[in-house]
T-cell receptor
């Protein structure tokens, strides 16, 4: 069975500062890993995903994440925060067949201060 | 291309009633998944349908049920509503079954309030 832990339910950064949202996973098999973003009153949107191959994954809106098997982590980063990045971010895991339901973390709310 | 649509967007029901929520997937998508989102439990998987068949089911009581029609549209039903069923219900569609293998596109959700 898979599980996801997102460290920090709320992260606050200044505009232009580095964004770092932490995600650790537990999986008995090689995982597929995902980051989703949810803006107020909207559904989720896929930011990026890791399946196989390159461990540094680039996504939309300047975000990227690195799969570190030894640390069972998949942290999300962005070099410079923008006001429009304020949203809730969810990390999710599936097994490497891609056929098991996604298991989501509890989410991290990102605030960007001007 | 139109996105995933969910109706209604907001709903208020009384304990003991039942409710039906509807989801229309993106044209050409044959898989529909449903999730419940609450502040306490986060996002929890309810079920996934593909070609009118339930392919996966989450850990929810039998009061929660769903179905998919031949045009891929899906409905979920909750009977005998409880206060704890108050949540945002999200629908997501994808080309085929396998939430990890195929990108899911989410609708805006239906906000259900049970009083």
């Amino acid at each position: 069975a898979q599980s996801v832990t997102q460290l920090g339910s709320h992260v606050s950064v200044s505009e232009g500062a580095l964004v770092l949202l932490r995600c650790n996973y537990s999986s008995s098999v090689p995982p597929y890993l995902f980051w989703y973003v949810q803006y107020p009153n909207q559904g989720l949107q896929l930011l990026l995903k890791y399946t196989t191959g390159a461990t540094l994954v680039k996504g939309i809106n300047g975000f990227e994440a690195e799969f570190k098997k030894s640390e069972t982590s998949f942290h999300l980063t962005k070099p410079s925060a923008h006001m429009s990045d304020a949203a809730e971010y969810f990390c999710a895991v599936s097994d490497n067949s891609g056929n098991t339901p996604l298991v989501f973390g509890k989410g991290t709310r990102l605030s960007v201060i001007a | 291309k139109a996105g995933v649509t969910q109706t209604p967007r907001y709903l208020i029901k009384t304990r003991g009633q039942q409710v039906t929520l509807s989801c229309s997937p993106i044209s050409g998508h044959r898989s529909v998944s449903w999730y419940q989102q609450t502040p306490g439990q986060g996002l929890q998987f309810l079920f996934e349908y593909f070609s009118e068949t339930q392919r996966n089911k989450g850990n929810f009581p039998g009061r929660f049920s769903g179905r998919q029609f031949s045009n891929s549209r899906s409905e979920m039903n909750v009977s005998t509503l409880e206060l704890g069923d108050s949540a945002l219900y999200l629908c997501a569609s994808s080309l085929a079954v396998g939430q990890g293998a195929y990108e899911q596109y989410f609708g805006p959700g239906t906000r259900l309030t049970v009083t």
